[in-house]
């Protein structure tokens, strides 16, 4: 049963964290239950590095629900979508084909940049950003693949706000992005991040496989379901939060015009902290 008790969002402290990093700064946090919403310039559009391959999931999702693409068939991975950075998939060149499932797996939990391309493939790059802004994330634009440098180059980049980030993982939380099933498919998918230096590092955060499906979380423990992203300027990340007594949270922090990466991955750790001990 849910803790009725009424815990504010500590916007002094978030505030007085995050002017002491050298950094533009985004911030979105939700109070799912309260409704309580604190924000930091929700709307500026960044880069969004790896948290686009949310929006791409969503997408894919409703592309299934719609008979458009099947969750379990296997589909080819083009050659021209392997790519370097961050995932598996660069290491294994014998694994020529892989199922959306697995795909969309690998994508969100490795953030794997060649699952990302091959789904962007297959629910049509052009159909990215009309999707963002028919759900009201009008900060959020997918114009490139993974690491297309050559993209870049030429003017065009991915995008996306706090406010779009958070607002889309609300909607995730309360099972209303694409439909419930959908919702709860993504934040299952979220719960099986490996990328946890960020949000995740200073709670006690379990892992997705501690907890069974109908089993309670432990007591003094929290379930984290995250997408990070990093480049060479920015670090993000974005959550929800699950609490034993069933409360949920929403943080997304994303970072613009970072110095020094570790100060930038430390305030989003930090930040997560003063939330987490408010909430819990």
Known sequence: MADNTVRKIPCREIYERIAKLDAFTGL??????????????????????????????????????????????????????????????????????????????????????????????????????PFCRSLGYTNTRCERKQLDMQAIREGRNNYTS????????????????????????????MSRQMCRNKLPAKIPAIAYWAVQDGMTLP???????????????????????TLPDGRRYVIAMLTGEVKDANDAVNAIADVSRIVYDAMK
Request: contains cysteine; negative net charge.
């Open 219 to 241: 007591a003094g423990s929290v379930l984290a379901a995250n997408k990070t992203g990093e480049l060479l300027d920015v670090q993000h990340d974005a959550g929800i939060f």
């Open 28 to 129: 979105y946090v939700e109070a799912i239950e309260s409704g309580e919403v604190v924000e930091i310039n929700p709307n500026r559009a960044l880069c969004s590095a790896s948290i686009i391959k949310l929006p791409i999931l969503a997408l894919a999702l409703k592309d299934v629900g719609e008979g458009r693409l099947d969750w379990k068939k296997t589909y080819q991975i083009a050659s021209a979508n392997r790519v370097g950075g961050t995932g598996v998939l660069r290491e294994l060149d014998e694994i020529r084909e892989a199922s959306l499932e697995k795909l969309a797996f690998l994508m969100i939990a490795l953030s794997d940049n060649i699952a990302a391309n091959q789904v962007i493939d297959l629910i049509s790059m052009d159909r990215i950003t």
């Open 162 to 189: 706090a406010g779009d980030a958070g607002r889309m993982l609300s909607a995730v939380a309360r099972g209303e992005l694409v439909n419930p099933v959908a919702s709860r498919l993504i934040h299952s998918i």
